[in-house]
Each structure stands twice: as C-alpha cells, then as structure tokens.
C-alpha cells in the first residue's frame, strides 16, 4: 500500500520558517522524482520544488528561489522542504508527490498558514 504522509505544517508568523517532511512507503523511493506541490484557497494546485531521485538535481518556483531548499534522505524515505522567510503569500495546503515515468503518487497535504 502506496503512502505519503506530509507533516510539520502550522502557523507561523511573516518571516518565520517551517521544515515539511513527507514519509513514504509502500514503494521503492530512491527510484522516483519527489516534489513539493501547494493549492491556496481558490487557485489552482502549483509546483514548488523538485528533487531528483538521487537527489543530484533540484528545481524551484521562481516564487520561492532562495527561501525554500528542498532535499531527501533515501535512508530514510523522507523528503523535506525548508521553508524560511515565508509570507502571507506562502498560505496553501502543501503536498508531496512521488513521480517516476507515467506513474505517480500523493500525499493528502498539510496545511501552512503564515500570519501576524
């Protein structure tokens, strides 16, 4: 049985940080691409950040470059997204996804709300 299980959302205050971990079993990890995902309120779900499965490439949103890092522990079957100086803007349900060739996997999302 294929699951991810995000975790580590909350509130945080403007320019406060938050790390999300997504666990996963159920498959052989270190084979697929992992990626963070976000859906705010009204809007259509976006792509954050991507690793690749050996975790030697990394790609980011230019909305989120320099403030996100994303990163992966095979051992572990974690990935993880660091998020620092977030914003008001950074409010959304946070998912992870789990890709190799046509086949992919999600998480169900954690919630990350960033106010004063």
């Known amino acids: 049985q294929v699951q991810l299980v995000e975790s580590g959302g909350g509130l945080v205050q403007p320019g406060g940080s938050l790390r999300l971990s997504c666990a996963a079993s159920?498959?052989?990890?270190?084979?697929?691409?992992m990626s963070w995902y976000r859906q705010a309120p009204g809007k259509e779900r976006e792509s954050v950040a991507i690793?690749?499965?050996?975790?030697?490439?990394?790609n980011y949103a230019d909305f989120v470059k320099g403030r996100f890092t994303i990163s992966r522990d095979n051992a572990k079957n974690t990935v993880y997204l660091q998020m620092n100086s977030l914003k008001p803007e950074d409010t959304a349900v946070y998912f992870c996804?789990?890709?190799?060739?046509?086949?992919?996997?999600w998480g169900q999302g954690t919630q990350v709300t960033v106010s004063s």
């Open positions: 996804k789990a890709s190799r060739f046509s086949q992919y996997y």
């Open positions: 690793i690749t499965s050996a975790g030697g490439i990394t």
């Open positions: 159920g498959f052989t990890f270190s084979m697929y691409g």
